[in-house]
């Protein structure tokens, strides 16, 4: 779906969705009226009557494998979304069907089947690139659509990877999320891939040659995704009548240490306390340093690095867009501060680019660590969707820095990610996207937008009921940017509206001004999701957390205990928030 721009009083419209048996022949033959020839017939008769009888008993094997195999399958697919597609895409390949044994094995069979349909989509989408007369966004669309069906390849041949060891010596649990996020991934890359088609009727009737094999992906991954979740939730052993994903609680007295858990290395402290941090290579935009431009940095860095690579990135204006692609893992972009250190673009919508190319900042390469930087796309509310940082790592955490535009300003895209003490500003959807992601400690400002448009600070787009994504809003401020504060009423402002049918947004703890509307959330289109999506509040404080008057919607519930609430904190929402204390930076765990 694209997200058009709000406009009063009319809301935007969301976009488009033989076994044979052989017959022996037979020669005439002379009689020959001897005992001996007698004798050989009747042995050739009583040979050739055993060896159908063997063949016959072989094929009543074979039947009973064939027969296991289908029950198996079936049994399997019955928990997916798209249960005939699961069946047809095993049991398309004979020789695959038959050698199924085990859940286990069905789920394998399934994510190679599904590779092997990527590969067919990103051959079509490869030779569409050679049209004739493409338009500058066809082409990047385009491009767009190439780069997310190889992540999806990669996504889903590291999902088989998990399979293959699984169960290992990890908890079940976190072998589950492991699976779940890759997963949840593939389906969103195929949604993103739909999407870059959505801005005029050319680009969508472009967008038929190719929809319907993207979308058989989408649905494949769907599948594998609710057949593993059925599998892990089974197998995950039960403690204390709690299930043990909820990971372990740290204790009140753990945190207490200024703030950081005990057993947060001390290097990784030092990487957080310390006023200087040893850094691989600088950034300068005066010259002083190793590189002037931050993607000169990036493209010299270390691919698939073992170890933390750090790129200090000295004050200054960097007028460049940024990606750091998918083999350079584990850096981290550290800036002087994060009102003086900015990397500012104005890549947007109305101009020609994708949503998803038109971010500033591009994270990709998982374990990314980023301090004390402001990203900013400078296109202003009146060019639609224009976004300053987008994030597809896994495992990346962003600390002290600031996201600064107007529509789509973060885009969080997929897996996991952690935001503490940010500031955060924009209009309309200002934080989208379908990662698990937690905010804490965060400044979360709404601007002021275009006359007539209402402010949206989420839209999440979590799409199957299996994805373990969602956006979590965790002691933060939110209140209206200094532009918008004499003008609020005449700009609705709301939590969030639901981008897929399954959006998941839960605010806790956090102080909200009088600039939230008292309805607190607001429809997508019509009807559309306000009875699978889920929207959750929880002990949140000022002017603008009363929930007497929220809407009556059945996915929105206030939550009261305790103990669901803990669900959607850092230590349960984001695989147990322990890779977070390898980043250095604070954080907390629980409530």
């Excluded at 999806?152 to 399979?163: A, G, M, V």
């Excluded at 290097?267 to 002037?292: C, H």
């Excluded at 787009?461 to 994805?467: L, Y």
């Amino acid at each position: 779906m694209t997200r058009s721009p709000e406009i009063l009083p009319v809301m935007s419209n969301a976009g488009d969705q033989r076994r044979g048996i052989a017959v022996l022949g037979r020669k005439h033959r002379k009689p020959i009226i001897v005992f001996l020839s007698s004798l050989l017939v009747v042995a050739a008769i009583i040979s050739l009557a055993t060896g159908v009888a063997r063949k016959s008993k072989h094929g009543d094997e074979n039947d009973t494998t064939v027969a296991t195999s289908h029950a198996l399958l079936r049994s399997s697919c019955s928990s997916t979304r798209y249960p005939e597609l699961c069946i047809s895409t095993v049991a398309s390949n004979p020789s695959l069907l038959s050698s199924l044994a085990t859940h286990k094995q069905v789920i394998e069979a399934s994510i190679n089947q599904t590779v092997g349909a990527v590969q067919s989509t990103y051959g079509k989408v490869q030779t569409m690139t050679q049209k004739p007369n493409l338009t500058p966004r066809e082409k990047v669309a385009l491009a767009d659509c190439l780069q997310t069906l190889g992540d999806t390849l990669d996504e889903l041949r590291e999902t088989y990877s998990c399979f293959e060891v699984y169960p290992s010596n990890k908890p079940i649990a976190e072998q589950a999320d492991d699976i779940n996020i890759l997963l949840s991934a593939a389906i969103t890359n195929q949604e993103t891939c739909i999407d870059g088609f959505s801005y005029n009727k050319a680009e969508t009737e472009l967008r038929k040659e190719f929809e319907s094999g993207v979308l058989n992906v989408k649905h494949m991954c769907s599948n594998v995704l609710s057949m593993a979740s059925n599998m892990t939730v089974s197998h995950m052993p039960m403690e204390n009548g709690k299930n043990s994903f909820k990971g372990r609680r740290m204790e009140e007295e753990e945190l207490e240490d200024d703030k950081y858990p005990s057993w947060l290395s001390a290097a990784d402290r030092k990487l957080l306390q310390s006023p200087s941090v040893p850094a691989d290579v600088t950034v300068a935009v005066d010259g002083s340093g190793d590189y002037t431009t931050v993607s000169s940095a990036v493209a010299a860095a270390p691919e698939e690095s073992s170890r933390r690579y750090v790129i200090r990135i000295k004050a200054g204006v960097y007028q460049e867009n940024v990606e750091v692609p998918k083999k350079k893992t584990n850096l981290m972009f550290l800036g002087d501060d994060r009102r003086t250190t900015i990397i500012t673009g104005s890549r947007n919508v109305v101009d020609g680019s994708t949503t998803f190319r038109s971010a500033t900042v591009a994270i990709v390469g998982n374990d990314f660590l980023a301090r004390g930087i402001r990203f900013e796309n400078t296109a202003g509310p009146s060019k639609a969707q224009a976004v300053a940082l987008r994030v597809g790592s896994d495992l990346s955490a962003f600390y002290d820095c600031e996201m600064v535009a107007y529509q789509d300003t973060l885009y969080v895209h997929s897996l996991r990610q952690f935001f503490r003490s940010c500031f955060i500003t924009g209009t309309v959807d200002f934080i989208f996207g379908n990662a698990a992601v937690v905010f804490q400690d965060c400044d979360i400002q709404p601007r002021r937008p275009n006359p007539g448009q209402r402010n949206m600070i989420t839209a999440q787009g979590r799409d199957n009921p299996d994805e373990n994504t969602g956006i979590v809003i965790q002691n933060c401020r939110i209140a209206a940017a200094s532009d918008l504060l004499p003008v609020q009423s005449s700009f609705p402002t709301y939590l969030g509206r639901p981008w897929r049918e399954y959006s998941r947004t839960v605010v806790m703890k956090s102080n909200l001004s009088n600039v939230i509307q008292p309805e607190g959330w607001y429809p997508w289109n019509g009807n559309f999701a306000l009875d699978t999506l889920f929207y959750g509040e929880y002990q949140n404080t000022g002017a603008g957390a009363a929930t007497e008057g929220r809407v009556k919607w059945k996915g929105f519930k206030v939550i009261t205990n305790a103990t669901e609430a803990q669900s959607y904190t850092l230590e349960n929402f984001v695989m147990g928030g322990s890779w977070v204390g390898n980043s250095g930076f604070p954080f907390t765990l629980g409530l």
